[in-house]
Every structure is written in structure tokens, then in C-alpha cells.
DNA sequence: CATAATACTTCGCCTGTCAAGGTATATTTT
DNA sequence: AAAATATACCTTGACAGGCGAAGTATTATG
């Protein structure tokens, strides 16, 4: 029971913001912790992982830095700024609205 | 306040075949019912509207024929399909699913 | 008679997802 | 010690769906 490519499409930014404003993170361990939120029912393939990062980064939705680990594989650090704070409560307005639409319309018994 | 693609998208399919369970129907209409049942906040492009009947029909969901009226411009008709008719409930189904996997990973307050 | 409304179609672009492959280090297993 | 697994990141190219734009044709309206 996963979720279609075409359905998470447009909260990929979204889930990913969300998770940064817990605090600073990064890809690998995002994931994870997707992964555990979902009980192993779902995790982002990592090309969308990342390119959703690198899209988010240039558009000024996020700031990534080195982690300094003295050990282990490196890590790319996330951090939202304030104008990605900002988009994803529009982003998560514009979710809300457009379930609320969906549903709507999804329906066999049209009001119609 | 629009739908953005990304959104939308997944769902005109499942839109169209529920649209097509109250009885067969042509684009324009389909797209005139969807304005009114949202209050005219939103319509299906007539691109995505189409490619949609398009693909639809060549995935054996829907068949269509040409409707004889009289006057006026000449409509094709579809019809959804028992397999059509199938595809539809597992669509709401996943839909179902992707939105509660979806609010519980936007959350900004991880569990994590 | 011009404009709008009805109705359908096709072309080509854009964007986001993803399969596949690659790099590098650390730990655990055999 | 070698092999396998886990951690961690990155890139390329293909694919599919939504959509802007443009076109065709008929009927109604002002």
C-alpha cells in the first residue's frame, strides 16, 4: 500500500519542510524518519529526495551546510529559512483547499 | 484559489470516471458540472480534459460514441467501462490512503 | 454581421518522479 | 581479512501528466 508518484506529487516540498521545522536535518535520515512516521509504509525515492532538496535550495526555501561528523560518511545539512517557513503554511493551506476540492468532485453522486 | 497541477494531478482520472458513474457524458459538460459544483473555483483545462478522455479510453475505462443531435455542435459521448467502474473505486481507495499518509507527513510537529 | 457560446482536437513545452548507476566511509558478519 | 550491509550523497536520462496556444466547426445572440 504505497502512494502513487502522481498523487504525492506537489507535497514532496511540502513534507520535506515540514520536517526541517523540527529543526535541521538531513537526507538520509529525513527519509527514515518518513519511513518510521509511516510504519515502513512509505519513504521518498531518493532522486526525488534529492532533487527536491536542490529544488528547494534554489529557490530560497532552504540553506544546506557540511555537518562537521568526525566520523562516518559526511552529511548534507538542511535549514529553512524564513521565506520557506512562510511557503509551507501556504503550501499546507493550499493542500487543505484542494482535498476539500477533490473530494468534492471525486464523488459518483453528483449534486448536479 | 486555484488547484495547483501538482495536485490535481492523480485525480482528474478519478474525477472524470465519477463525473461518468452518474451517466454518460461529454467534456464540456463535464467541465461546466465541475465549475458549478465548486462554485466556479475550478475547471479541468480543456488540454488535460481531453488527454485524459484519451487516455482513459485506450486503457479500456471508458468507450465512447458520437451523439446524434440535431442541431448544435456534435458531442462524443462516454461511458465508463465495468472495468472503468473498478478502476474508479480503487482510485478512491488510494486517493483515501494518500491523503491520510500525506497530513500525517506534512505535520511541521514530527512524533519523531 | 460580429461576437460569444458550444464543442472538440492536436502540438509541444515544462516539471516532478523515478530507475539505474555511481562514489565514499564505517560497521557487522562470515 | 574479506564480504556484506548500512550510512550518506549525487547525477543522468526517461517518462508521464498538465497545460498554453492554436485551430476547426456550428449555433445562438445582440
Redesign the interface.
Known sequence: ?S?????????TD??IL??L??GDSYGYKINK??L???DG??ELKEATLYSAFKRLEESGLISSYWGDEATGARRRYYTVTPAGRQA?FN??T??Q???E??D?????????
Open positions: 500500500m502512494i502513487a508518484s502522481d498523487l504525492i506529487r506537489g507535497n511540502t513534507i515540514g520536517h521545522l523540527n524518519s518518513i518510521q512516521k509511516t509504509l512509505y509551507y503550501m499546507k493550499d493542500w483547499n484542494a482535498k476540492i477533490i468534492l468532485l471525486i464523488e459518483e453522486d453528483a449534486g448536479l
